[in-house]
């Protein structure tokens, strides 16, 4: 099945928005396995909008359309689409009873309320769970048109809420594409490449993909398959892909290194202490982003002169000026030394060159030395990041997390 | 002028890419006064691609293309446009000297290299100063077609270079549209909206808009108006927004709340040191985004535990006891504390609730204390913010940067 997605919205053609709703709602579609041809973004003029849904409607059978449902003089979708499919629009009492129920309290401008209420006659209703305005499933001369409120967040609830089963009924017996990613930290591109090369060649439906990203790699695994099978296949390559990079990957999907560092912690009952020093609070705050952080986080301290490092995490300072700051012995001293001044159980120490200035032929920006401290004692490691500043400070929060998740 | 945007990407109509792009260069095209009435995004294959473009070329005289120029077999933008335009493609030796020095000391594709350098015959190129696909201007029948590269870095800088004089040339004497926010911490909506009602009531050129976002209030201020007087109009405007709300204007368009205070703690040569509790490292991490933050920033701690805070901080345990670690008392002994274990001329203290778990009704989810130490003393403000867990870390930090703005 092809469909379209058509996004209402002046703020857009103005580059004041940027259209996520079209994005979200194609990804989904292509779940179900109905295919995308064209996204249109027009603005809330009569006439552009009138024009863009009648050759939309000449092209395929299928059209989403977000946006322009609002209460104001503005918003004119339903008007337009009316027009268009030849339907009046006729008030629904049940959609003005809980649009009245939402302003409780608050003087109810009944006009917006009576027009946010209005929509085509033959049309079903989807009901909105967190806003006023109704999405619309308009079906009229084999053609489907859904209508969905422009703000993502109530998008988003009925797509993924009513919609979906919706959709999934239309589709009859049709085949569903699932996709799968799985995140590799600490390798490149090639050697993952090199290690699934055969994997990756041999089959083209789940077909697997690698897309470098913000210093890691993911991996896609996309199939399309009858429902009942989907899921199978596409753990059967998951399966065979993990065999070969075991726990290079840390992760698949929306999974994040902290969600998964903080499960760990949480099950086995440990505490962390955190020294930072090029990464500047970043590992600290993506460890405390997670609800429940104070059952394992204890204590952070993001020690930027030398002499923070040794007054607050007894890093000798005869040893900085030996060794130099940025250094395997210091990075090691500031995990123990954090670990026991914050009295948990384990210990991360950070230490780096985020540039632009600071580097040296010796020591260029991008240089980290990342430790963990455990009972067991220290390990550390050497990594060497490319990119700006910000760019460095994420990839070296990443590789303290990942160090942090293969111990656990 | 009206002009369409076409984005070229499977990706984008699988929804695995935000069409970013489009965003940018409507902006940009909007501050030149030319006005898109749509933005289509379409998928890489012969017949959707050319289908779009002739369609798009019927509506409108200039239409800007992004994405399709790369050099594999399934990049046909340039040669879908080519056979609709009636031209040839013609390899420009320029282009293809330029790619083979930039890929110089690797194996060069001699194939991908060639079919990047090739353009229509009667184009004008557009260098690419930070990739391998140039940016195309095509003139034909009273029509500009604009073709540039899908990698958002190199679409930019083209767009910002080459580009802008090309189409303010094209313009002629038409009028400019220019844009600036200001952004306001500390005040509501409504607040905002009745200091300056009149001022918004007054006039429609410039006109003057409200936005809330992430717990601020943006103004935007936008105005048409000839080259030569532009920019003066907007001043205007937005000097008489200045003297209703003063300082609480805390920056501009793309400015950072991090970004100031760096420059002003640099300009003043003083040191600062922060305890965070509920932002996590936050406040540290931001303030350790700008280049040199080493000049101005000595210490962080985040003590989440209470043990942290009395050792690390010298808050008495049984002030904590007595007042609760969130509280304004010991914001201020937070701020004091780490004021002096830094040895900074100001010490920030932030404590605070970020939920979802920890509130209660005397101290409920989001309540936030901060307190600023310097040489003259405590000051602390006590804040309530609404939003989910990364929410409220986030508008402390905003609240707590904006409290060392005022006071330096």
């Known amino acids: 099945m092809r469909a379209e997605i058509v996004s209402v919205g002046t703020e857009i053609l103005l580059g004041n928005l940027v259209d996520t709703n079209a994005a979200f709602i194609a990804e989904k579609m292509a779940s179900l396995g109905i295919s995308i041809s064209r996204i249109n973004a027009v603005g809330d003029r009569w006439q552009d909008l009138y024009q863009t849904l009648e050759e939309t409607l000449r092209r395929v059978d299928l059209i989403v359309i977000t946006g322009g449902l609002g209460p104001t003089e503005d918003d004119i979708t339903k008007e337009v689409l009316s027009r268009l499919m030849g339907e009046n629009l006729v008030l629904d009492e049940g959609i003005l009873a809980g649009i009245r129920r939402r302003f409780r309290g608050h003087r109810i401008p009944e006009k917006a309320a009576r027009k946010q209420a209005m929509i085509p006659a033959s049309a079903k209703k989807i009901p909105n769970p967190v806003g006023t305005a109704p999405g ?147 590992v600290s705050h993506r460890l405390t982003n997670i609800p429940g952080s104070s059952d394992y986080f204890t204590y952070g301290i993001i020690g930027y002169s030398n002499q923070a490092k040794s007054i607050f995490l007894g890093v000798p ?41 600071g580097g040296s032929r010796n020591k260029p920006v991008g240089l980290v030395y990342i430790s963990l401290s455990s009972p067991e004692g220290e390990i550390c490691e050497r990594f060497l990041f ?20 293969k111990y656990l």
Chains 1, 2 share one sequence.
């Open 136 to 282: 619309i499933i308009l079906e009229k001369d084999d053609k489907t048109i859904i209508l969905l409120p422009g703000v993502p967040r109530e998008m988003r609830k009925m797509m993924e809420g009513e919609l979906y089963p919706y959709l999934l009924s239309r589709l009859g017996t049709e085949e569903l594409i699932s996709s799968r990613t799985l995140k590799v930290w600490g390798m490149g591109e090639s050697q993952v490449n090199e290690k699934i090369a055969d994997i990756m060649l041999r089959q083209s439906n789940p077909k697997v993909g690698l897309l470098a990203k913000r210093g890691e790699i993911h991996i896609s695994i996309t199939g399309q398959f009858a429902p009942e099978v989907v899921g199978e296949k596409i753990k059967t390559v998951e399966d065979q892909i993990r065999g070969r990079l075991g726990s290079s990957i840390w992760g698949v999907d929306e999974e994040t290194l902290e969600g998964i560092v903080a499960r760990l912690l949480k099950k086995r009952g440990l505490r962390i202490a955190v020294a930072e020093s090029c990464t500047g609070g970043l």
């Open 386 to 405: 490319p990119g700006g500043r910000e760019d460095i400070k994420w990839k070296a929060s990443q590789g303290a997390l990942d160090m942090l998740r």
């Open 317 to 357: 300072a005869s040893l900085i000026k030996r060794r130099g700051a940025v250094s395997p012995e210091v990075a090691k001293k500031m995990a123990q030394g954090v670990r026991k001044a914050g009295e948990a159980h384990l210990g991360l120490g950070i230490t780096g060159i985020a540039g632009p200035s």
